[in-house]
């Protein structure tokens, strides 16, 4: 499923599941490869900064820029 919950004016995504929170919708999706949760330490996501206390998950950190707008479409 490609259910995306988004947190309100954050360009991320809080995983359900779980409640990891990602940065962008393909660091989410890496989490979620086949619809199950996984560790992103251990994905090899970096740790990006806090969003009220938790933890916000990337890719990388170069991949931090909310460059695109997918989540616009
Ligand atoms: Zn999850």
Redesign the pocket.
């Known amino acids: 499923m490609n259910h995306r919950p988004t947190p309100p004016g954050q360009s991320g995504c809080v995983?359900?599941?779980?409640?990891?929170v990602f940065n962008s919708p393909s660091a989410f999706d890496k989490?979620?490869p086949r619809g199950t949760?996984?560790d992103p330490e251990q994905l090899g996501m970096v740790m990006l900064r806090e969003h009220q206390g938790r933890p916000v998950w990337g890719l990388s950190r170069r991949t931090d820029l909310p460059a695109r707008t997918e989540e616009a479409a």
């Open positions: 995983c359900a599941a779980c409640w990891h989490h979620q949760c996984a």
